[in-house]
Antibody, heavy 121, light 110 residues
Framework: EVLLVESGGGLVNPGGSLRLSCAASNLTFSYGFSAYTMHWVRQAPGKGLEWVSS????????YYAASVKGRFTISRDNAENSLYLQMSSLRAEDTAIYYC??????????WGQGTLVTVSS | EIVLSQSPGTLSLSPGERATLSCRAS???????LAWYQHKPGQAPRLLIY???DRATGVPDRFSGSGSGTDFTLTISRLEPEDFAVYYC???????????FGQGTKLEIK
């Protein structure tokens, strides 16, 4: 079983910033955390799933959804088995549960339980 | 941009019945790029099917996927009480690299 644990969510004012973290249990990654592309996916209240961003195993290839490009930054620390999402210029429409997920070759094969981000004054 | 449209929006069935969920793409996509997920409230989404028809690890064989081109189907042969959830299809986009989901089908107990 792959274990992914998100943290860092909370209430933030519009225009504010927040940094999410995802801790991966390296014991349960068959080839080690550093071998896998990782993602952030979110779900707004009452809405469906939306892919947010991805980062390749070595961090060289990074992609964002158009809705967050220029405001969010994904990063990772393979020595610490951790994934991050720095969010800035937050808007009400960024309110969502944010999940980290492992790349399973064109899909997401393991997910964390999510962390809730609420953007409101 | 390729859009995924799922139908029906809500499906009301009883345990033991067969469920057929549809996912239609606005343009043809590779079979390798289509996946299905189950999502229950308060839980992490769960990968069920990848590459259109391959079951993920630990997924019961009552779940099956099929389709090609623009039309894809998730079938649950005999519904168990734990199968009532929201189901999403998902595609991988090659250029620029990204992923999109359908809007979901809610499978509810009749």
């Amino acid at each position: 079983e792959v274990l992914l644990v998100e943290s860092g969510g909370g209430l933030v004012n519009p225009g504010g910033s927040l940094r999410l973290s995802c801790a991966a249990s390296n014991l349960t990654f068959s080839y080690g955390f550093s071998a896998y592309t990782m993602h952030w996916v979110r779900q707004a209240p009452g809405k469906g799933l939306e892919w947010v961003s991805s980062i390749s195993n070595g961090g060289n290839y990074i992609y964002y959804a158009a809705s967050v490009k220029g405001r969010f930054t994904i990063s990772r620390d393979n020595a610490e088995n951790s994934l991050y999402l720095q969010m800035s210029s937050l808007r009400a429409e960024d309110t969502a549960i944010y999940y980290c997920a492992r790349e399973g070759e064109y899909n997401f094969d393991y997910w964390g339980q999510g962390t809730l981000v609420t953007v409101s004054s | 941009e390729i859009v995924l449209s799922q139908s029906p929006g809500t499906l009301s069935l009883s345990p033991g019945e067969r469920a057929t969920l549809s996912c239609r793409a606005s343009q043809s996509i590779s079979d390798s790029y289509l996946a299905w997920y189950q999502h229950k409230p308060g839980q992490a989404p769960r990968l069920l099917i990848y590459g259109t028809s391959d079951r993920a690890t630990g997924v019961p064989d009552r779940f099956s996927g099929s389709g090609s081109g623009t039309d894809f189907t998730l079938t649950i042969s005999r519904l168990e009480p734990e199968d009532f959830a929201v189901y999403y299809c998902q595609q991988y986009i090659t250029s620029p690299p990204g992923y999109t989901f359908g809007q979901g089908t809610k499978l509810e107990i009749k």
